[in-house]
């Protein structure tokens, strides 16, 4: 079964300072998704950025961007510029590719950001 | 114009109570799920339908019902419940796949069910 590990359960940023949230996965899968989910204090999940393993490239969205080493299944988050606003918990999810039971989301168990002003 | 929303948003009954959930998304998706994050803000699967059939049944007790009368809506019932119940529970959609490079088959989540068994 794929697992995902979120290894710092808290981290901390000051405003307009880069922080990057680590995340590492277990799979025997050459082809699957990953994904960063943001849940702020309203409980919201929102989708901050996904990945396709079979992409070298790096995903970015805006101040978000992905370090994506499949080799090493590494999957880390970098958000440049932090803002207020980015305070959350920050989860990483991984999907399989294929359907049926495969559209299931697999989440780590997620990272607390704070941004200090 | 709410993605996906979920009725009731919080929800406080007692123990060996019956409720329901409902969850409606206008995305056009044919596939949808329901999470339960517990009181450490774990994530799991619970259900899902692919064009109102189940094909996702994890391992959760069978007082939880799912049921979609069709693709845009995925009710969750919960029999008898427990005091270990309480937890905030999640409707999402995606399509179930989307186009190489360019994504389509992302998870869209509504805003939760807080659901809290006394």
């Known amino acids: 079964a794929q697992t995902v590990t979120q290894s710092q359960p808290e981290m901390s940023v000051q405003e307009a300072e880069t922080v990057t949230l680590s995340c590492t996965y277990d799979t025997s899968e050459s082809d699957y998704y990953l994904f960063w989910y943001k849940q702020p204090p309203s409980r919201q999940m929102i989708l901050v950025i996904r990945q396709e393993a079979y992409k070298q490239q790096n995903a970015t969205e805006n101040r978000f961007s992905v370090n994506f080493q499949k080799a090493a299944k590494s999957f880390s988050l970098k958000i440049s510029d932090s803002q207020l606003g980015d305070a959350a918990m920050y989860f990483c999810a991984y999907r399989r590719l294929g359907g049926g039971s495969n559209y299931k989301l697999t989440f780590g168990k997620g990272t607390l950001l704070t941004v200090n002003p | 114009d709410t993605a996906v929303s979920q009725t009731p948003k919080y929800l406080v009954t007692q123990m060996g109570n019956d409720k329901s959930i409902k969850c409606e998304q206008n995305l056009g998706h044919d596939t949808m799920y329901w999470y339960k994050q517990d009181s450490k803000k774990f994530l799991k699967i619970m259900f899902s339908y692919n064009n109102k059939e189940l094909i996702i049944n994890e391992t959760v007790p069978n007082r939880f019902s799912p049921k979609s009368p069709d693709k845009a809506h995925l009710n969750l019932h919960i029999n008898s419940l427990e005091l270990g119940d309480s937890a905030v529970y999640f409707c999402?959609?995606?399509?179930?796949?989307?186009?190489?490079?360019?994504?389509?088959?992302?998870?869209?989540f509504g805003p939760g069910t807080r659901l809290t068994v006394t």
């Open positions: 999402a959609s995606s399509h179930p796949w989307g186009v190489a490079g360019a994504g389509g088959y992302e998870q869209y």
